[in-house]
């Protein structure tokens, strides 16, 4: 972990009842940078904000210096606040960036890191996993940072390893493992902080056990199973799930013999959280796919990943009957091992993957609440499947997978107006097969997947949005 030459922020903060006893307590900020980078090179001055209340600074680089930010209005339990830290040339132009999530402020001495990147850049993160791993599940656990789950290891076989990324610290910690080792787990957050694994695969065939972690509990937070294993109808990996209004929709995947299935799951994971397959099946078997909320999340888009020549290219769940209607798109529309973003306006961009030939795509199809489709061709500059695509900054992110040749090494940045990629940006090396999540900074975790050499990876990575 490397430190711009201000290594320390003091942020005094005057709450009622420390001041009454004339202890002020204090907020001390670090700021990190990519490892191995001095991502403020060429800088002379940061810009230092505060967003309850507004607040900014700016001072030379200079010589290194310490600043302090009045936050006396902010209370204990009351508004959270957000700090920013922009490195800036003599023009004025952001070179690079950094936030804290959102916190608030506690009636005691507290520590904060600030990871500052270059904007419109991938950095290695100030922390890494244990050991390589690939094909894991990653979600957010909001008020906290990411959660790591699982995975395979070097030899391919299944662990249960679970790593969080402490987003206030920018360091990995190690967590209660899962209840079973599984690899290719289907993984997203239920509610605040609260994470759900389900599925993946065993060394034995794939899982049905259903688990909730809660960070809160003990030093290492606690896995609660609330399905059994064994469950035929449950039991799937590589499944991708949807979080919808009502529950969580997990569709298709892979059983024991890595066959596609046509069956879905859906999931509740309130007070007494639940899993219950389908009675109705998808249109068609369906593996390599995705599944994403669409309609406000009132009903999810099904796409891709059928093996059968004349099955639909996509289909719609409704979850007030349950069902699965096919779409009347092109068959020639059909893609495996893509990428699926849900925009803001509701439709649902697809991106890259491989064609019903097996050959790597560099398109985007988006489809609309209608069921219709648009075909923008030779969007990417490098056609890719395996990769991933996070909506960041009103842009996306497409990161890493592979192409005819080999593994990926680079990102691209497309523009979700026109559909034309409008930046580039080298990874640390080359992934495919990893996860990525939007933390609550505004920066991009990547976590997993494997090298060119197939190797599985213990490197994190971190995107910065360009200002």
């Known amino acids: 972990m490397s430190r711009v030459p201000l290594p320390r922020w003091v942020l005094p903060v005057l709450l009622g009842a420390c001041a009454a006893c004339g202890k002020n307590p204090v907020i001390s900020l670090e700021i990190v940078t990519p490892t191995g980078e001095d991502t403020v090179a060429g800088a002379t001055r940061l810009r230092v904000r505060n967003a309850t209340p507004a607040t900014e600074?700016?001072?030379?680089?200079?010589?290194?210096?310490?600043i302090t930010l009045d936050l006396s209005d902010v209370t204990a339990g009351g508004d959270s606040t957000t700090v920013t830290v922009d490195a800036l040339d003599d023009a004025g132009t952001v070179l690079a960036h950094g936030s804290t999530p959102p916190f608030n402020l506690l009636p005691a001495e507290s520590f904060l890191r600030i990871y500052v990147g270059r904007t419109g850049a991938v950095g290695e993160a100030p922390g890494a996993l244990a050991a390589g791993r690939t094909d894991v599940g990653l979600a957010t656990m909001?008020?906290?940072?990411a959660l790591i789950v699982g995975g395979a290891d070097a030899s391919g076989a299944p662990v249960a390893v679970t790593t969080v990324y402490n987003e206030y610290l920018h360091q990995v910690a190690q967590a209660a493992?899962?209840?079973?080792?599984?690899?290719?787990?289907?993984?997203?957050?239920?509610?605040d902080s609260v994470v759900v694994a389900f599925g993946g695969r065993t060394a034995g065939g794939v899982s049905s056990l259903m688990?909730?972690?809660?960070?809160?509990?003990?030093?290492?937070g606690v896995w609660v199973a609330y399905s059994a294993e064994g469950v035929a109808s449950l039991a799937r990996a590589f499944a991708p799930a949807a979080v919808l209004t009502d529950g969580v929709l997990c569709a298709g995947g892979t059983d024991g013999a890595d066959a596609p299935l046509a069956s879905a799951v859906t999931m509740v994971a309130g007070?007494?959280?639940?899993?219950?397959?389908?009675?109705?099946?998808l249109a068609a078997a369906r593996a390599g796919h995705t599944v994403t909320p669409q309609l406000d999340g009132g009903a999810a888009l099904i796409y891709g990943g059928a093996v059968a020549t004349d099955a639909p290219v996509a289909e719609r769940y409704?979850?007030?009957?349950?069902?699965?209607?096919p779409l009347d798109l092109d068959a020639a529309l059909m893609r495996s091992r893509h990428s699926a973003t849900l925009l803001g306006d509701g439709r649902v961009a697809i991106i890259g993957g491989v064609d019903a030939a097996g050959a790597a795509r560099a398109d985007v199809i988006v489809v609309a609440a209608d069921g219709t489709a648009a075909l923008y061709e030779a969007v990417l500059q490098t056609p890719r499947a395996r990769h991933t695509a996070t909506l960041v900054g009103g842009a996306i992110l497409v990161a890493g997978g592979a192409d005819d040749a080999g593994t990926l090494a680079d990102a691209e940045v497309v523009e979700t107006t026109t559909f034309t990629v409008a930046g580039t940006a080298p990874l640390r090396g080359a992934r495919a097969g990893h996860?990525?999540?939007?933390?609550?900074s505004g920066t991009v975790l990547i976590a997993g997947g494997v090298d060119g050499d197939g190797a599985p990876l213990a490197r994190l990575e971190l995107y910065t949005p360009a200002q």
């Open 142 to 145: 909001a008020g906290l940072g």
């Open 211 to 220: 688990e909730v972690f809660d960070p809160w509990q003990g030093y290492t």
């Open 271 to 281: 007070d007494a959280p639940l899993a219950t397959a389908l009675t109705s099946p």
């Open 435 to 440: 996860a990525p999540v939007l933390l609550a």
């Open 318 to 325: 409704s979850p007030g009957t349950q069902t699965f209607t």
């Open 57 to 66: 600074n700016e001072i030379s680089l200079v010589g290194g210096a310490e």
């Open 177 to 191: 493992d899962i209840g079973a080792a599984r690899a290719g787990v289907t993984v997203f957050e239920a509610s």
